[in-house]
């Protein structure tokens, strides 16, 4: 008889208790694939921290990852689940029942985070009680077998005694496969089941009564930021794990709160409504300066003051609390969307319905504003009501109420090296909704330059600028400012994005070499 051990190795209980882990999450996934992505405990739990997150730590995240912020922290999620699992294991086959409670305790964990997101019901639990019926069932199982595999030593003496041992490997090696692939099973299906990419191309957007002028096509400064953003270069941000699906036929839009006449508004009923098309040019609060969280489109939407009208908010009222889908709040100044501005529902992005993560079916677009008081994707309510008796999520965690884009501008070109003689310098600035009407360079911190300014089509976008430069030999420091069109000039003092936007002028040190022969 080969010797056996009590206790297996560390390495193998820990492998015992990720293969029981992602078990666990497999089968989660499975289950919220039925009841909803926001079920899932990956999901879940990283939308409660996300929720929890400071704004410098978000701030640093938007600034370091970009849109991959949301991929990197639900990997980082699944790491720690899997890293607490492969502890339970290492419990559980030192003593049977050892590691149970830690698993417990985990998918409690994920109820706990399921049932506080925004429109929960009871049905959340379901994605975590599989997590625990199948992971606890595997963990348990998997230990009984780890425990009762020969040493290392007893291995190699005895052939049927290491085949034991490879058996096991093979045998947990193929579950922990099927696990994943089981898994990415149950997020595709869920990702499938409701089909809103069939839906959105099902869609045909009216002709707008009043269509947006034509884009500008002066020629800007060679390697410089074009007038019209590229969709796969628009930025993303928002707090949103998985892109909401609401297929537009779906959709309805409720107008409450404290006004004369509710509203409900399906999708349908938005279409038929008399549309315009703008180019509006939108901006993250958590852009620094010299950022690159901005960016151009072309708006279709429903004027969105119309409908308040219609809906008659009552005296006292000062603020649009939206609600996205997936439950983000966003509150906008009322002022701002019966100013005459071109605030929109907008449904359309430069020609077709909007992309799913920019909104589809339907999103705020409203000018002058930073995005997290004004740009609701997945819009489904529009609450009248005032500051003083409701709290935006953005609001309750630090940042401004109010929040009116501050006049910006960035150098593009040159980028850090350049030949001496005639340089082309050039860049955009923006100050939505005022417009930009001067836009200046300098060198060394001499005088100020006027820089050439590009053509738009009106002041709530971006102006692209240039401005030619003699250049000589050594190392140069360019800054540029811009003026809106009140006659105010940007800011020099520096400020970082929280709480309502950061400040100060861009800078770039050029090193610029011997001219070209």
């Known amino acids: 008889m080969p010797h ?31 009841v909803g992505d926001n079920a899932s405990p990956l999901v879940a739990v990283g939308a409660t921290v996300v929720d929890a997150t400071p704004p410098w730590l978000k701030d640093w995240a938007v600034r370091n990852l970009g849109s991959s912020d949301k991929s990197v922290l639900l990997g980082v999620v699944a790491m720690v689940v899997l890293l607490l699992a492969a502890v339970a294991g290492v419990q559980e086959v030192r003593r049977p029942r050892g590691g149970v409670p830690l698993v417990v305790v985990l998918c409690a964990a994920a109820c706990l985070a399921a049932v506080n997101r925004p429109g929960a019901g009871p049905w959340v639990l379901l994605p975590a009680v599989a997590a625990l019926a199948v992971g606890g069932w595997t963990l348990v199982t998997l230990a009984r077998r780890a425990r009762e595999l020969p040493s290392r030593d007893a291995a190699r003496a005895d052939e049927a005694a290491g085949n034991d041992r490879r ?10 496969a099927g696990a994943l692939v089981v898994g990415g099973l149950g997020r595709a299906f869920g990702s499938q089941r409701v089909d809103v990419a069939a839906s959105r191309a099902a869609v045909r957007l009216p002709t707008p009564l009043s269509p947006a002028p034509a884009a500008p096509v002066a020629a800007a400064a060679p390697g410089a930021t074009p007038f019209v953003t590229p969709l796969s270069d628009f930025y993303r941000v928002d707090t949103a794990l998985v892109v909401p699906r609401v297929r537009a036929e779906d959709w309805t839009l409720r107008i409450t709160g404290e006004v004369a006449r509710p509203l409900t508004l399906t999708f349908d009923q938005l279409l038929a409504r008399p549309m315009v098309e703008r180019w509006v040019t939108l901006t993250c609060v958590s852009n620094e300066v010299g950022g690159d969280l901005a960016g151009t489109a072309r708006w279709l939407g429903a004027p969105l003051a ?65 995005g997290y008081v004004s740009a609701t994707k997945w819009v489904v309510e ?8 409701a709290t935006a999520y953005w609001s309750s965690r630090g940042w401004s109420e109010q929040a009116p884009v501050k006049t910006a501008s960035r150098i593009d070109v040159p980028r850090s090296r350049a030949s001496a003689g005639r340089v082309q310098v050039g860049g955009v600035a923006w100050a939505q909704h005022r417009g930009v009407s001067k836009v200046e360079v300098r060198v060394d911190g001499g005088d100020w330059a006027q820089a050439e300014l590009l ?12 401005w030619e430069w003699d250049a000589t030999e050594g190392e140069h420091e360019l800054e540029v400012r811009a003026t809106d069109g009140t006659g105010a000039v940007q800011t020099a003092r520096r400020a970082a994005p929280a709480p309502d936007g950061a400040t100060g002028y861009d800078s770039r040190t050029v090193r610029v070499s011997g001219a070209r022969t």
Request: a neutral charge.
């Open 4 to 34: 056996r051990t009590p206790v297996a190795r560390p390495l193998r209980a820990a492998w015992v208790g990720v293969v029981a882990g992602c078990a666990g999450l497999a089968a989660a996934e499975v289950v919220a694939a039925f």
């Open 167 to 176: 058996a096991f490997l093979r045998h947990t090696g193929a579950g922990l």
């Open 306 to 370: 119309d409908l308040l009208r219609e809906a008659g908010p009552l005296d006292g009222a000062d603020m649009v609390l939206s609600r996205s889908k997936d439950g983000m709040t966003i509150g906008t100044p009322l002022a701002a969307l019966l100013d005459g501005r071109d605030a929109l529902l907008a449904v359309g992005m430069d020609g077709a319905p909007l992309p799913l993560e920019r909104g589809f079916p339907v999103r705020m677009v409203v000018p002058g504003l930073y």
């Open 382 to 389: 529009l609450e009248v009501t005032r500051f003083s008796d």
């Open 455 to 466: 053509p738009v089509p009106s002041a709530d976008t971006w102006r692209q600028w240039r």
